[in-house]
């Protein structure tokens, strides 16, 4: 069996349209592990963190996925229940040569 991390760097050095495609999802993934991250550090469930934020286990789940993108206000929501500080930041972007 092939592993996911093997073909990922596969098809990102040979395939032009899926290194195009996962470029563009690239924030929205580092959005998703670091909320993760996040929950991880605070030392949280799923479950528990949902409870503090008073909403589902399955959002939260959905959060850390990145099946959806959120509002400001949760991510503040989500800072507030982990213990964290929300810091969003505008950064230049970075010519591909």
């Known amino acids: 069996m092939i592993k996911f991390g093997t073909l990922h760097k596969k098809w990102m050095k040979q395939d032009s349209a899926y290194r195009k495609e996962y470029e563009a999802l690239e924030e929205e993934f580092a959005l998703a592990a670091a909320v993760a991250r996040a929950r991880m550090r605070s030392g949280l469930s799923q479950a528990e963190l949902a409870k503090r934020m008073k909403t589902t286990q399955?959002?939260?789940?959905?959060?850390?996925?990145?099946?959806?993108?959120?509002?400001?206000r949760t991510l503040g929501r989500f800072a507030k229940a982990t213990g964290h500080k929300l810091k969003i930041s505008f950064e230049p972007v970075r010519k591909r040569g």
């Open 58 to 72: 399955s959002t939260v789940a959905r959060l850390e996925s990145g099946r959806m993108m959120p509002s400001t």
